[in-house]
Nanobody, 116 residues
């Protein structure tokens, strides 16, 4: 089992920055993939950024060059640095961890609100 706890959301003006953190605990040795997803009201949950063991990353086109995902293996934490935030980035952001057996774990979500 893996437990995920997100933090770092909040209210920010357009053009501002936030850093989200996701602390993983439990059987973290089994995690092969960690990612951030978001869900805006009335929309489907979508991938924002992901990082796999070894460091390869993947980003949604809408956040490329603005967001950066990183992982601290020693702390069991994944981060999402979000710069140049836009109102359309407003959503609940969820941390995801996927095990070697493709089992998905989710955090409780953290609200990010960007005002214009």
């Amino acid at each position: 089992q893996v437990q995920l706890v997100e933090s770092g959301g909040g209210l920010v003006q357009a053009g501002g920055s936030l850093r989200l953190s996701c602390a993983a605990s439990g059987s973290t040795f089994s995690i092969a993939y960690m990612g951030w997803y978001r869900q805006a009201p009335g929309k489907q949950r979508e991938l924002v950024a992901a990082i796999i063991t070894g460091g390869n990353t993947n980003y949604a086109d809408s956040v490329k060059d603005r967001f950066t995902i990183s992982r601290d293996y020693a702390k069991g934490t994944v981060y999402l640095q979000m710069n140049s935030l836009k109102p359309e980035d407003t959503a609940v952001y969820y941390c995801n961890a996927r095990s070697l057996t493709q089992y998905n774990y989710w955090g409780q979500g953290t609200q990010v609100t960007v005002s214009s």
